[in-house]
Every structure is written in C-alpha cells, then in structure tokens.
C-alpha cells in the first residue's frame, strides 16, 4: 500500500514529533508538583534519560508513546502497513531499548513507572492519575504501568 502523503510532508509531520514536553509528560508533572513531590527532568546520567526522575526515592518515570514503544494490547500500537520492514525494525528497536533501559535502571536500585498515552485519552483514568501515581509511589514495587482501560499490561521488570 502507497503512502497516502508525499515523502516531504511525512518528513515534516515526523520532524515535528517532539521527545520532551510532551503534553503526556507534562501532565505527570503537574499531578506530581500537585502531590508535593519533587522530581528533576531528563536526568542524561540515567540510562533511557527518564522523563521525570525523583533521585531521593530513585523512581524514574517515562511517559510512554503506546504507538512508538508498542503498547502489548493497545488500540494505539497498530503497525503502520506502509513501509512494514522498516517500522517493524524501527518499533522492536524501540521495544528492545525499553526492556535494556528498564533492566539498567532495576540493576542499579532504581524503580521504573511507566505512564503509557493511552492514560491520557480515557477521561477516567487522567483524572485518576495523581492517585495512581501516588499508590504506585508509596507502594514500593519496582515496577509499574498506569494504562487506559482496555490495555493489556504484559510487560514484566527484568
């Protein structure tokens, strides 16, 4: 199947995909700052740059895209069906790293939470988000993911 778009718009649609800010990651932070909770941003010395780190409690949190990090489950982690070769290389690369980072992080006493998108587009769960961050935070489990209804969490630490 062709691609519906020019390369030169998919290129500029693409490059307009930001890693920082996201409006995911910046709602993390405000249910956190609205907590009390004190966090540092992209800490680089940390293995996969945690969107949101919290250095006294060692928690590193990632605001994850479901399409981009392959949700297991969601409705939001579909393979595009143009160009399959090079979007399953690119996406199981992305998974890869995920499990990589995750395993770095656990092996040096940190504890993971992942918050996938799909969190943020069921009105339900968003404004259950700062509970739910919460419990995870004061529960002291290693790792964690809030999701939306309807995904399926399969993923395991280590």
């Given amino acids: ?40 941003l992209h800490r680089r010395d940390l293995p996969g740059s945690p969107d949101i780190a919290m250095p006294g409690r060692r928690i590193a ?6 399409f981009w990090h392959m949700h297991a489950g969601c409705r939001f982690a579909k393979m595009p069906s143009t160009r399959p070769e090079f979007w399953h290389g690119k996406l199981s690369g992305n998974s890869a790293r995920d499990r990589a980072v995750l395993a770095d992080l656990t092996a040096m006493g940190w504890r993971v939470l992942w918050v996938w998108e799909c969190a943020f587009r069921d009105l339900q769960t968003l404004s259950e988000l700062p509970s739910l961050l919460q419990a995870w935070i004061e529960s002291g489990e290693a790792f964690g993911e809030i999701a939306g209804p309807g995904s399926a969490v399969t993923r395991e630490a280590g």
């Fill in 61 to 66: 949190i990632f605001a994850q895209g479901c």
């Fill in 1 to 40: 199947m062709a691609d519906v778009v020019t390369p030169e718009q998919r290129s500029r649609m693409m490059s307009g995909i930001r890693g920082k800010g996201t409006k995911p990651e910046v709602l993390v932070r405000k249910a956190l700052t609205g907590l009390g909770y004190r966090y540092r």
